[in-house]
């Protein structure tokens, strides 16, 4: 079954302790991307990655690291985490071109205290 | 550089009755627009696509939007609605020749028996 899968789906922790949410695609997608998605602000682009250690920064970089040393992985890292970046957070993964729609996974539920 | 606009956070609607759905979109270059549908507790799923072929766009579950260039519009209608259609709407747009996607705010669908 293609999906992308997201782990931990619910996680909760302190400020500054770094975590790492993963990313996993079984579609052999190039484009993977990052969202978070706030209420009343949507979703909004963090990171995205067109292929393999091939990253560019979206419209909230900021306090976040990615990296893309596989195809199929794309973790997102936050060394330390503060409460604003308490949100829900999607991986999305499409073929290269901007023309094709993104399959998302089921969402990753922060709490930073 | 592209945005979107969806007019309206919460709709509501009778069962049975016309859903229609706004966005509109700026873009500096031809772009590509998308509505994703999102269930609670789950990653957003694509409804339809405009990639710049036909201005009308059949997607699932009945939905169908229209592009109209001279309005930057990208509306979602659906002529009946059923009650499994309550759920989050977003629409999302990509310039043709960018990799960066911009979301709206989203739209809370309401069916009424």
């Known amino acids: 079954e293609a999906q992308v899968t997201q782990n931990p789906r619910y996680l909760i922790t302190v400020t500054g302790k770094k975590l790492t949410v993963t990313c996993s695609q079984n579609?052999?997608?190039?484009?993977m991307s990052w969202y978070r998605q706030d209420p009343g602000l949507g979703l909004r682009q963090i990171y995205y990655?067109?292929?393999?250690?091939?990253?560019d920064k979206g419209d909230v970089p900021e306090g976040y690291k990615v990296s893309r040393k596989e195809k199929r992985n794309f973790p997102l890292i936050l060394e330390s985490p503060s409460p604003n970046q308490t949100s829900l957070y999607f991986c999305?993964?499409?073929?290269?071109?901007?023309?094709?729609?993104?399959?998302f996974g089921d969402g990753t539920r922060l709490s930073i205290l | 550089a592209q945005s979107v606009t969806q007019l309206g956070s919460h709709v509501s609607v009778s069962e049975g009755a016309l859903v229609l759905l706004r966005c509109n979109y700026s873009?500096?270059?031809?772009?590509?627009l998308f509505w994703y549908v999102q269930y609670p507790n789950q990653g957003l799923q694509l409804l339809l696509k405009?990639?710049?072929?036909?201005?009308l766009v059949k997607g699932i579950n009945g939905f169908e939007a229209e592009f109209k260039k001279s309005e930057t519009s990208f509306h979602l209608t659906k002529p009946s609605a059923h009650m499994s259609d309550a759920a989050e709407y977003f629409c999302?747009?990509?310039?043709?020749?960018?990799?960066?996607?911009?979301f709206g705010t989203g739209t809370s669908l309401t069916v009424i028996p």
């Open positions: 999305a993964s499409s073929f290269q071109t901007s023309n094709q729609p993104q399959h």
């Open positions: 579609m052999n997608h190039e484009y």
């Open positions: 990655s067109m292929n393999v250690e091939v990253t």
């Open positions: 873009s500096s270059v031809p772009p590509y």
């Open positions: 405009y990639t710049s072929a036909a201005t």
């Open positions: 999302a747009v990509v310039a043709n020749t960018g990799n960066q996607f911009y």
